[in-house]
Every structure is written in C-alpha cells, then in structure tokens.
C-alpha cells in the first residue's frame, strides 16, 4: 500500500510539472491540529496529534518522519481516524516531508475507508506545536 501511494505522490508532482495550471478543490477548510506528543529518534520520529477536523469529526493520527541524509527532509507515513457520531473514518497516507526555516512540511497521498483520496498539505512548527491541515480532493 505504501509503494501504490508513493506512485500516486510521484503522479502527482509529474502532472504538476506538464499542466501549468492544477487546481484541487478543497475537501474541507483549513484545520489546525494540536500536537500531543512528538518522539524523537535516530531513525524515525513520530508525531501525535488530534483535532476536530470537519467531515471526519474528533480526528486522531500518527505521522511518522524517516531521514534522508541531510536529515532535513525524508519519506512521511502514518495513519489516523475521525469519529463523527456513530461514522469512523479510517486512513492511511504516505508522502514526503521537508523542513525550511523551522517549519516542517508534509505532502501526501490519504487512502480512506470510503473508496476516497486526498492530498494533504500539513504545515508544523514545533515551536507552536500546531499542524495546519489543508486536504484536497484527489478522489
């Protein structure tokens, strides 16, 4: 699952590159979530956060950060569930993350239990311990 969603992420970033002008319609507003716990590893670390999220109700999820050489930029998997009444929504992304003045920023490719896909924008600087999420709709 982890390799069908690198090829959609790479798709993605290729068709950016042949049409000047991509659009995405949003799949909901911008979310602010609230960081609960952060992990730090030589390897990987993990993120916790949670946060009401719209469509997808009380949202829990886990970002977990692998390194490339430099350690500034590196490969981004996780999962994460949204209960909204008696409605579970289940996910699992995967992606890229870099980090720029401070700021971390993941791109990725969600799967959900519904049959839809996302591309989540998720922008984190430690210092606030806020992650922004801007999610489109890919299907």
């Keep these: 699952m982890k390799h069908l969603l690198l090829i959609i992420i790479s798709t993605l970033f290729s068709i950016?590159?042949?049409a000047e002008d991509l659009t995405l319609e949003k799949r909901q507003p911008d979310t602010v979530m609230n960081m609960t716990s952060l992990t730090?590893?030589?390897?990987e670390s993990?993120?916790?956060?949670?946060?009401?999220m719209g469509v997808y109700g009380r949202v829990y999820v886990t970002f977990r950060l692998t390194y490339d050489e430099g350690r500034?930029?590196?490969?981004?998997?996780?999962?994460g569930r949204g209960a909204?009444?008696?409605?579970?929504?289940?996910?699992n992304f995967s992606g890229r993350w870099q980090i720029i003045d401070g700021t971390v920023t993941m791109r990725h490719v969600v799967a959900l239990n519904d049959g839809t896909f996302n591309?989540?924008?998720?922008?984190f600087r430690?210092?606030?311990?806020?992650?922004?999420?801007?999610?489109?709709v890919l299907k």
Excluded: F, H
């Excluded at 730090?40 to 390897?43: A, N, T």
């Excluded at 500034?72 to 999962?79: C, D, K, L, Q, R």
């Excluded at 430690?126 to 489109?136: K, N, T, W």
């Design 16 to 18: 950016n590159v042949i």
């Design 46 to 52: 993990v993120i916790n956060a949670e946060g009401d």
């Design 84 to 91: 909204a009444g008696n409605d579970i929504a289940v996910g």
């Design 40 to 43: 730090l590893g030589d390897d």
């Design 119 to 123: 591309l989540d924008i998720v922008t």
């Design 126 to 136: 430690p210092v606030d311990r806020e992650l922004i999420i801007r999610a489109y």
């Design 72 to 79: 500034a930029s590196g490969t981004v998997y996780g999962s």
